[in-house]
């Protein structure tokens, strides 16, 4: 059974740093494209970062600069590092196996404000 774990969130001010991190079980973690997704309530998912297997990245425009993904293949782990925080980071943040959005953790919040 796939599991994702997700952790790390809360309460930051903007400009403020957080780490998130995400547990992964069930399957072959080392071999899979994991992916960051968010969502603010009302709107669709949107995509954040994803990373290969060998730790290529991708970032979205909106992030890019400030978020850094990787990844622990040995202890099947996932991280994302957020720094610069704006208000409009604002959302529920999940780790996602490969780009199947259905395949998700429960999520973490992240809540930038003043």
């Known amino acids: 059974e796939v599991r994702l774990v997700e952790s790390g969130g809360g309460l930051v001010q903007p400009g403020g740093s957080l780490r998130l991190s995400c547990a992964a079980s069930?399957?072959?973690?080392?071999?899979?494209?994991m992916t960051w997704i968010r969502q603010t309530p009302g709107k669709a998912f949107e995509k954040v970062a994803n990373?290969?297997?060998?730790?290529?990245?991708f970032y979205s425009d909106d992030v890019k600069g400030r978020f850094t993904v990787s990844r622990d293949n040995a202890k099947s782990m996932l991280y994302l590092q957020l720094n610069t925080l704006r208000t409009e980071d604002t959302a529920m943040y999940y780790c996602?196996?490969?780009?199947?959005?259905?395949?998700r953790g429960q999520g973490t919040q992240v809540t930038v404000s003043s």
């Open positions: 990373i290969s297997p060998s730790g290529s990245t």
């Open positions: 069930g399957f072959t973690f080392g071999a899979t494209y």
């Open positions: 996602v196996k490969g780009t199947n959005y259905a395949i």
